[in-house]
């Protein structure tokens, strides 16, 4: 399994931006297919979106088409989470997941490996 650690998250008025980052340590991401998720207090976790390599295709859950945009940097190993536009419904700690290739785009949490240890996104009103 592959060690992933998020970072970039913060505190940022409605209408703002922020770029999340999920590091790998210990293995390649390129190799996977990576997943962002996010909580809120009391709610499940959920997708948010998912990359592949292999093309740079990305899929997003409705809310987010259009504000956010999945990327990734195979020399830094790293994958980006850019958010603009964000509302305070966009609150949550998000998380990102690695899974096998062929399991890219699915969105139930339960086909994931590896998970981060999430990073905080606040959007205040």
């Known amino acids: 399994q592959v060690q992933l650690v998020e970072s970039g998250g913060g505190l940022v008025q409605a209408g703002g931006s922020l770029r999340l980052s999920c590091a790998s340590s210990g293995g390649t991401l390129a190799n996977y297919a990576v997943g962002w998720f996010r909580q809120a207090p009391g709610e499940e976790r959920s997708f948010v979106a998912a990359?592949?390599?292999?093309?740079?295709?990305?899929t997003y859950v409705e809310p987010v088409k259009g504000r956010f945009t999945v990327s990734g940097d195979n020399d830094a190993n790293t994958v980006f989470l850019r958010m603009d536009g964000l509302s305070p419904e966009d609150t949550a700690v998000y998380y990102c997941?690695?899974?096998?290739?062929?399991?890219?785009?699915?969105?139930?949490?339960?086909?994931?490996?590896?998970w981060g240890q999430g990073t905080q996104v606040t959007v205040s009103s």
């Open positions: 997941a690695a899974t096998v290739p062929q399991n890219w785009g699915f969105r139930n949490p339960v086909h994931y490996d590896s």
């Open positions: 990359f592949r390599w292999t093309d740079g295709r990305a």
